[in-house]
C-alpha cells in the first residue's frame, strides 16, 4: 500500500511561486513513474507534468517554461517548482503514482493564484 501526501499550496498572487511536494510512502517510489495533476472547478482532471522512473519530464503545454517537476528517491519525495504563477493556474493539485497495474492518488493541496 502506497499513501501520498501533498503540501505546500496556499494563495499567491499573479506572477508569484509556489513549490508543492509529495511525500510517498512505500518501496517503490523509486522504480514508478510520478505525475502532477491538477482539477479546478468544474472542469476535468488534467495532467500537469509527469516524471518516469529514469528522470526523463513531460509537461502541459500550459506550463511548459514556468513549472518543474522533479525528484528525490532518497526522501521518496516529488515537488512540483510552480514559477510566473497566473490566475488560470488556481485548482486543486494531485500527486499521482503509476506502476503497472498500481495508480495512486493524493488528497490533493489547493492552490490559488489572484489577480
Known amino acids: 500500500q502506497v499513501q501520498l501526501v501533498e503540501s505546500g499550496g496556499g494563495l499567491v498572487q499573479a506572477g508569484g511561486s509556489l513549490r508543492l511536494s509529495c511525500a510517498a510512502s512505500g518501496s517503490i517510489f523509486s522504480i514508478s513513474t510520478m505525475g502532477w495533476y491538477r482539477q479546478a472547478p468544474g472542469k476535468q482532471r488534467e495532467l500537469v507534468a509527469v516524471?518516469?522512473?529514469?528522470?526523463?519530464?513531460n509537461y502541459a503545454d500550459s506550463v511548459k517554461g514556468r513549472f518543474t517537476i522533479s525528484k528525490d528517491n532518497a526522501k521518496n519525495t516529488l515537488y512540483l517548482q510552480m514559477n510566473s504563477l497566473k490566475p488560470e493556474d488556481t485548482a486543486v493539485y494531485l500527486c499521482n503514482l503509476h506502476l503497472g497495474v498500481l495508480n495512486y492518488w493524493g488528497q490533493g493541496t489547493q492552490v490559488t493564484v489572484s489577480s
Open positions: 516524471i518516469t522512473k529514469s528522470g526523463s519530464t
